[in-house]
């Protein structure tokens, strides 16, 4: 009956509009009002939350991310994408999947990747003639690499909440971000193919001009290998990889000089007010994670999966279909703090490998980011391309996208040494 009582409240509130943050904060007031708690552990129990050494990597990554995004590097990662599929069909479009993969690997950031990226191309790929629609439904999920590929904020917060390690997190996500970069690369050259799209012939830089592209990109893409390095050489813990991530990315903007005091003031504030966001979420869920477990329904949950779920496979189907749903409902960040900590315990009895797990988690966030109508990225796919536009004129692109994710999710699910191989290597 209490769990039946906390989800009416819970989704009564979001339908209503009000921010996550905020609906959880009021159900787990409510909640223990009602089994008549003193509302001081509301305010110990979000302190505790975000009382970790290792939260400090969330502001260092997400201004990191910021630093390198305005800092000329999305412009230089871009030449290099063009040059080097710039020549295929639809090679606008595929630039764009490239690009927002490679400035994922720098940024960390989903919806920071779209926009960098999508500021930059999107005004091309409308004047090679690219519908909005399909403008949309590409920038927009193709942001989510930033997700996947490491380095990830979403990843650091998994870590920490799931108690699974940062830098096997980072690695594990090489594979299955190189695999739907690929994927989301043919579609959108088929799709390119078959409407038509991309009228202006793109000339593909050769010899030294494409070498001085490649070394102007050269120093930008030397950020994921020093924040991997560092971490798998025990130089440093993913808090300590974000300050150097951090510093390196001051260097790269003193060298371009493409910033000046302004920028790197609204770089600062835009850093801060995210991070601000995120650890309210954080600290909020923790409170309701106290809730819950004062009701035993964490307990409730895991007797269920160990009653109907008869193998591994089907306690990772069905935490898929919840993911699937819940994504549709609110934001990643909530999802993973209130619910990796109820589903981590669950795996390990199911004997699933933490790191393979973290990464079924991944990509079913991924996917959340992208399903209507709580999908962010979309979202900003949508606004960058139209700022009028709404997330249904992406229709039927959107759903063909939906579909490759989804079915990178069951990849995943169903062939484990995906995510574990490249972790193995460093153990």
């Known amino acids: 009956?209490?769990?039946?009582?906390?989800?009416?409240?819970?989704?009564?509130?979001?339908?209503?509009?009000?921010?996550?943050?905020?609906?959880?904060?009021?159900?787990?007031?409510?909640?223990l009002l009602l089994g008549g708690v003193s509302l001081e552990i509301v305010i110990q129990r979000m302190f505790a939350g975000v009382d970790s050494f290792s939260y400090l990597a969330l502001p260092l990554f997400i201004l990191a991310g910021n630093i390198m995004g305005k800092g000329g590097l999305t412009r230089r990662l871009m030449a290099l994408s063009s040059a080097i599929v710039g020549r295929f069909t639809g090679g606008t479009a595929i630039t764009t999947?490239?690009?927002?993969?490679?400035?994922?690997?720098v940024s960390g950031s989903t919806v920071a990747t779209t926009y960098a990226v999508g500021s930059v191309l999107v005004p091309r790929l409308q004047e090679e003639?690219?519908?909005?629609?399909?403008?949309?439904?590409?920038?927009?999920?193709?942001?989510?690499?930033?997700?996947?590929?490491?380095?990830?904020?979403?990843?650091?917060?998994?870590?920490?909440?799931?108690?699974?390690?940062?830098?096997?997190?980072?690695i594990a996500g090489v594979i299955p971000g190189i695999l739907l970069t690929v994927a989301l690369s043919v579609y959108?050259?088929?799709?390119?193919?078959?409407?038509?799209?991309?009228?202006?012939?793109v000339e593909t830089p050769k010899g030294k001009e494409f070498w001085k592209i490649a070394w102007q990109?050269?120093?930008?893409?030397?950020?994921?290998?020093?924040?991997?390095?560092?971490i798998f050489s025990g130089f440093a813990t993913a808090t300590e990889a974000a300050v150097i991530a951090v510093a390196y990315g001051f260097i790269l903007?003193?060298?371009?000089?493409?910033?000046?005091?302004?920028?790197?003031?609204?770089?600062?504030?835009?850093?801060a007010v995210t991070s601000a966001t995120i650890l309210i979420i954080i600290s909020a869920a923790n409170a309701f994670t106290y809730v819950l477990t004062a009701n035993r329904i964490p307990v409730m949950i895991s007797n269920f999966f160990l009653e109907y779920a008869t193998s591994p496979w089907m306690f990772l189907i069905i935490v898929s279909i919840i993911l699937l749903i819940l994504g549709t409902l609110?934001?990643?960040?909530?999802?993973?703090?209130?619910?990796?900590?109820?589903?981590?315990?669950?795996?390990?009895?199911?004997?699933?490998?933490?790191?393979?797990?973290?990464?079924?988690?991944?990509?079913?966030?991924?996917?959340?980011n992208i399903t209507p109508p709580v999908g962010l990225s979309?979202?900003?796919?949508?606004?960058?391309?139209?700022?009028?536009?709404?997330?249904?004129?992406?229709?039927?692109?959107?759903?063909?996208?939906?579909?490759?994710?989804g079915v990178m999710v069951a990849i995943i699910i169903f062939f484990p040494p995906l995510s574990t191989f490249l972790p193995g290597l460093f153990e």
């Open 188 to 201: 959108v050259a088929v799709i390119a193919r078959k409407k038509g799209y991309g009228e202006i012939s």
């Open 129 to 170: 003639k690219y519908s909005n629609s399909f403008i949309a439904s590409i920038i927009g999920p193709a942001g989510v690499l930033g997700l996947i590929i490491p380095p990830s904020i979403t990843m650091v917060i998994l870590g920490i909440t799931a108690n699974i390690s940062i830098g096997d997190l980072f």
């Open 97 to 105: 999947v490239v690009t927002t993969a490679l400035f994922g690997a």
């Open 1 to 31: 009956m209490m769990i039946v009582l906390i989800l009416l409240i819970f989704f009564a509130l979001l339908f209503i509009g009000m921010p996550i943050a905020y609906v959880i904060g009021l159900v787990s007031i409510a909640m």
């Open 253 to 271: 903007a003193l060298v371009y000089r493409e910033l000046n005091f302004r920028t790197y003031r609204e770089i600062m504030v835009s850093s």
């Open 330 to 368: 609110t934001e990643v960040t909530s999802l993973i703090v209130l619910l990796s900590p109820i589903f981590m315990p669950i795996a390990t009895q199911y004997g699933i490998d933490p790191v393979h797990f973290g990464m079924v988690l991944i990509m079913n966030f991924a996917l959340a």
């Open 217 to 230: 990109a050269f120093f930008p893409l030397l950020t994921p290998i020093f924040i991997l390095g560092s």
């Open 378 to 405: 979309l979202i900003a796919g949508c606004s960058i391309t139209d700022r009028k536009m709404g997330i249904e004129e992406t229709l039927p692109y959107i759903l063909h996208v939906l579909a490759i994710v």
